[in-house]
Antibody, heavy 124, light 111 residues
Framework: EVQLLESGGGLVQPGGSLRLSCAASGFTFKNYAMTWVRQAPGKGLEWVSSISGSGDRTYYADSVKGRFTISRDESKNTMYLQVNSLRAEDTALYYC?????????????????WGQGTLVTVSA | QSVLTQPPSVSGAPGQRVTISCTGSSSNIGAPFDVHWYQRLPGTPPKLLIYYNSRRPSGVPDRFSGSKSGTSASLAITGLQAEDEADYYCQSYDSSLSGSVFGTGTKVTVL
């Protein structure tokens, strides 16, 4: 059974940093791209960042480029999102999601399994 | 503001058929990149409903179907049930943004 468990969220002041984690199990982690998607309060889903199965391709939404860094550790079956220079508009529930395809190309990604999410609140 | 536009809400009586549109452009759906659909029940993470425009994952009832034409895609729910009351999102890839994009979301209400 595929399981994704996010952690690392919390309350942080504007300009602060956090490291989000997504622990994966139930599938061959290295074979699949992984993605972060967020949902701000009262808003829709927003794609944030993706990383290929090999880890050598990373993709970012313009809204987070230069501030967020995605990575993965195959030895721990875990994906990370380092979030820096946080703004109020980054307040959201952050989901990790597994790609449903083994393709390395972002244009083929869809998301067949999702975690429960970790809440990031940016406030003074 | 998303580049994929959905109606904010649709509603129908139990047993009826409802459709949700997802309107894009030549840089995403019309490019043509594939469209995928997700259902988000209150308090739960999104669930994959349709992938690659019209394919259903195992376990998804055949009441749910997807289609795509030109720069738009649609999700149809036939035999609407109370448990279908949820938010629905389309997703594709946009070459201008060089990223994945979600639609604005549609709330389905069962009357």
């Amino acid at each position: 059974e595929v399981q994704l468990l996010e952690s690392g969220g919390g309350l942080v002041q504007p300009g602060g940093s956090l490291r989000l984690s997504c622990a994966a199990s139930g599938f061959t982690f290295k074979n699949y791209a992984m993605t972060w998607v967020r949902q701000a309060p009262g808003k829709g889903l927003e794609w944030v960042s993706s990383i290929s199965g090999s880890g050598d391709r990373t993709y970012y939404a313009d809204s987070v480029k230069g501030r967020f860094t995605i990575s993965r550790d195959e030895s721990k079956n875990t994906m990370y999102l380092q979030v820096n220079s946080l703004r109020a508009e980054d307040t959201a529930l952050y989901y990790c999601a597994k790609s449903g395809t083994r393709s390395e190309a972002l244009d083929f990604y869809y998301f067949d399994y999702w975690g429960q999410g970790t809440l990031v609140t940016v406030s003074a | 503001q998303s580049v994929l536009t959905q109606p904010p809400s649709v509603s129908g009586a139990p047993g009826q058929r409802v459709t949700i549109s997802c309107t894009g452009s030549s840089s995403n759906i019309g490019a043509p990149f594939d469209v995928h659909w997700y259902q988000r029940l209150p308090g739960t993470p999104p669930k994959l409903l349709i992938y690659y425009n019209s394919r259903r994952p195992s376990g998804v009832p055949d009441r749910f179907s997807g289609s795509k034409s030109g720069t738009s895609a649609s999700l149809a729910i036939t035999g609407l049930q109370a448990e279908d009351e949820a938010d629905y999102y389309c997703q594709s890839y946009d070459s201008s943004l060089s990223g994945s994009v979600f639609g604005t979301g549609t709330k389905v209400t069962v009357l």
